[in-house]
């Protein structure tokens, strides 16, 4: 059967407009066809497989492997550069679309799709043309940020030189997560006057532990756990001055960050109504004070499937006005232009508001639909129950009532919200 975004496809050509279609835009559609035929058997894949997965704590590095081979971990890297040179909103929909195969993988890879739009606006042409030759060559990035109990800048992992010149890492790190997919960790740490700084390093380079230890009951095969760094060696082009997150730049601040959130939640909520259609559809036991003798005929049942498929609309929607207002943002950040306070502020506001709306419709989404079965919904082999423990981990992440209380503040008293996000302290 089709799907809704199927049936729903926009329409091309001069009947739909009445205008000549743009050549740049039928190029633009081709290309992204043709990425979308590449990933699409990858997707499949990985969609039969993960609750399987998930029963057995499969870390699958084949599977981030294959999508890395389709091209996905390159998306928006120029075609010159290996890539595929699709848009933000084009990458986008391909983000929501591994969500819904698996939310997992989609996390796993938030660092690696932050640190590519941080290539692709970044200042030092030397930095930009060696990494987008990395990524286009399907290097995958992980990494290692947090530290239990403490804030960026506050932690104690240190990156300093030793007595012949060799920076040296050296700490512990949590929630470490896709580094154990990745050959590649983005690292925060301080130097020896406790002043922020970051590196680069290979997962295979000398003193680097990866465990995957961590215990969330939901996006457990995210590899988000610990990364212990003993002497690490790192090259002196892979140190970076400054903080990875201080809010000067949207490509690796929180909106950027934020929006991979969303996409997740997104991809769960197409997941929900996918998995109810196909519970209802498949189902032939029906109950004595149904009112059909099929599930699928049963109003009552439909009712419930249709406030599912709205509230994922719902998700949808929000998400969108989000990717049209980050991707403006990104490319006018990354053409080098100054961008005016009030039209970064706008652009968070419309996240944390977005925020808001995904997470509480695909949470109850998650929830909603189980009332369409009996007991075999909640067969652990199935394992419904991961889209709601997945969609209550990653909105736990950043919590709604502080990007509730940022909204309010700005309605009211005109304050600009807060874009730094610090673990830790207040």
Known sequence: MTTTSERLAPLAGPTA??????????RSAARLAEVRERLAPVFRSIAESAAAREAGRVIDRDAVRRLAEAG???????????G???????SAELIVELAAADSNLTQALRAHLVNEENVLGHPDPAFRDRWLRRLGEGAVVGNAVTEVNNAVGEGTTRLVQDVEGTWRLNGTKYYSTGSLY????????????????????PVDAPGVTLRDDWDGFGQQLTASGTTVFKDTPVEP?????????????????????????????????????????????????????????????????????????????????????????????LAREAAG?????????????????????????????????????GASATSSAKRFDRHWRNARVLANHNPLIYRARYIGDWEVNGTPPGRAYRIGSA
Do not use: K, M
Not at 18 to 24: C, L, N, Q, V, W
């Open 182 to 201: 990745a050959d590649w960790i983005i690292v925060a740490a301080v130097d020896a006057r406790g002043e922020e700084i970051a590196a680069t390093v």
């Open 337 to 373: 232009e100054a961008l005016p306070e009030d039209d970064v502020n706008a652009l968070y506001i419309r996240v944390y508001q977005a925020q808001q709306v995904i997470a509480r419709n695909v949470l109850e989404a998650a929830t909603r639909w189980f009332e369409v079965g």
């Open 72 to 82: 996905f971990t390159s998306l928006r890297v120029p075609v010159e550069y290996g």
């Open 17 to 26: 407009t009445g205008r000549t279609p743009d050549p740049r835009a039928s």
């Open 84 to 90: 595929s040179g699709l848009s933000f909103a084009e």
């Open 237 to 329: 082009d892979e140190v970076y001055r400054g903080g990875l997150d201080d809010g000067t730049r949207v490509a690796t601040g929180q909106a950027s960050w934020q929006f991979l959130h969303l996409a997740s939640l997104t991809g769960i909520a197409q997941a929900v109504v996918r998995d109810a259609a196909e519970y209802v559809r498949g189902r032939r036991r029906s109950f004595s004070h149904g009112v059909t003798e099929l599930p699928r005929d049963d109003a009552q049942v439909l009712q419930v499937v249709g406030e599912v498929s709205s509230s994922a609309f719902a998700a949808r929607a929000a998400l969108d006005a989000v990717v049209t207002a980050l991707g403006e943002i």
